[in-house]
């Protein structure tokens, strides 16, 4: 008899605990969003990236994969990449990074990202220089990309751009320097402006157009 009550007792105890199991596992699948917080965000506010994330309607938490809200907020061509955590008490951590602004747009007053796109915003934005005419687009993509990877510093330092192609550089690109400096350069070669302190510790304060599209010489200016 022993025997048959130890034997109840153990399948009275596996079948607690498989219900315990069960009804925890369907109390998890049945939590709904509760709380959303979404940090880093500049350009887009909380509610378009939730709406982006297919989550407006608080669903179940599990109702829609992490990957999914991933990749449903990167289709923003304003996002570069996503971060997102959830826990079992119905809490979404949603993280982005968006791309940089690099270049505001004299013609219509847009404002460039690095990944091309344009966007409108009645932010004042410092440290960023200025497109001062119509630069063709499949070029002016690279070029965006490139000076995303130019220290901040020296971005600040350029006031103007000017998009000026000629028989033999397609993409070629006049700077304005705060200085009082011009610089030719090309998109190919971008990156040099990085060497502008030192080209300029040369100079013994003269001023005048620094050509680094083909080659490193400077002209003085009369």
Known sequence: MKKIKNKKKKIYKFLGVLVSVILIILYILNVRIKNIYVKNNHLLSDQ??????????????FSISTNKMINKIKMSQIVESVKI????????????????????????????????????????????PSLINVADQDILKDFLEKLDK???????????????????EKDLFLLYMNDGNYVYI??????????YGEVLKQLDGKKGILYLDSGNHFKVME
Do not use: H, Q, W
Not at 101 to 124: C, F
Not at 150 to 168: G, R, W
């Open 150 to 168: 130019i220290d901040k510093d020296m971005l600040a330092n350029i006031s103007e751009i000017e998009f000026t192609p000629n028989e033999y």
């Open 85 to 128: 955590k959830k826990n079992i008490f119905g809490r979404v951590d949603i993280e982005v990074n968006e791309y940089n602004m690099v270049l505001k747009d004299e013609v219509d007053n847009g404002i460039y990202l690095a990944s091309g796109e344009k966007i409108k915003t009645d932010e004042v934005i410092l440290g960023i």
């Open 48 to 61: 378009e990236i939730i709406e982006l994330a297919g989550i407006e309607k608080y669903p179940k938490l």
């Open 186 to 195: 090309t998109t190919l070669r971008l990156n040099n402006l990085n060497k």
